[in-house]
């Protein structure tokens, strides 16, 4: 029974997460009830999921039940470039069923791709362990997070950043990022009921810096273009690696460090925050989804 790893890329901005949602039909009176399965106790119909979705191409391509389990609960309207599932098939070859070890990785690679939609795509596929697990296995991850300031709101990259209209001091934030790395309870960085038992991660690197364009956009806004009459956008990148987080953990270090960029957060009030343990003791907000990419995930 071989079993698969998939590094999967996705477009968050259509897709309700992650995670497999499939919520009682009259909470979606828009959407199509799915088929009566044994046990429903009424309708349910399948939000458009990225798990959901890969897990469709995947079952239709090898015409078996198969479970795909994915490393990171990613949110509504956060991307990835990185996030990593795993599956395990079943073949049966003389049924046509399965996926079988000897038909190699890049052909599935190709063949999940011609049946997946464009904003996900399958970057790479392999075969593991039958005990591989993308969560447990899992020891770094690094996720990003883009905001753009400037007197104009983004357009073509309004997807992939979250806008201010503030001025931001890079060098104040990257301090103030700095001061975040090591091993600390992040409770105060942690949306309140969390629901982890531990609040404890490290972080191994964090810093923000200025890149031209956005790490997740589709590039320079008009502003930059020649004869525009506002100044260019300014893009903040903020890049975090650590062994795990929260939920809700980076939007929330996000828009700490943007509050220390604007000038009202002393970035040497960090260490204080984080002994506080306390979320409503952070005055960084929760950021919106869409500047938030997961990167990638690596294993031992």
Known sequence: MPRYKLTIAYDGTDFCGWQKQEPPASEHPDLTPMPARE??????????TVQHVVEEAVRDLLREPVTLVGASRTDSGVHANGQVAAFTSDPLED?????PAARGTDALVKALNGRLPRDVLVRSAEAVDESFSPISDAIEKEYTYCIASGPERPLWDRRYVFHTWHELDT?????AAQLLVGEHDFASFAQINHGRKSTVRRIFSCGVSTPSSPACGGGAERSEAEGASTPPLRYHLIRVRGNGFLYNMVRILAGTLMEAGRGTLDPNRIPEILESKDRTANPGPTLPPQGLRLEWIRYG
């Open 39 to 48: 046990g429903d106790d009424q309708p349910r119909v399948a939000l458009r």
């Open 95 to 99: 049924k046509g069923v399965g996926w």
């Open 171 to 175: 060098a104040r934030m990257d301090a």
